[in-house]
Nanobody, 115 residues
């Protein structure tokens, strides 16, 4: 069984930065494909960033150039560096992991960006 726990969310002013972390346990981290998703009130959950086992990354158009996903296999941790934050980025951010054919989700971390 894989468990994912997010941390690092909070309140920040527009233009500021936050860094989210996701600690994984219960499986070999190097074998997990991972990503970050977010869900704002009244909106559907959307993919923010993904990183494959091989280290390949992709981003939603809305965050490309501002957000950066990375993973530290030695620490079993996934990161999301968020820069130039906008009020539109306000959402619950969820850590996601996949070990085919199973999907795993963290409980989510609230990010609020004030204007």
């Amino acid at each position: 069984q894989v468990q994912l726990v997010e941390s690092g969310g909070g309140l920040v002013q527009a233009g500021g930065s936050l860094k989210l972390s996701c600690a994984a346990s219960g499986s070999a981290f190097r074998d997990i494909s991972m990503g970050w998703y977010r869900q704002a009130p009244g909106k559907q959950r959307e993919m923010v960033a993904r990183i494959t086992i091989g280290g390949s990354t992709n981003y939603a158009d809305s965050v490309r150039g501002r957000f950066f996903i990375s993973r530290d296999n030695a620490k079993n941790t996934l990161y999301l560096q968020m820069n130039s934050l906008k009020p539109e980025d306000t959402a619950v951010y969820l850590c996601y992991g996949r070990i085919s054919p199973y999907d795993y989700w963290g409980r989510g971390s609230q990010v609020t960006v004030s204007s």
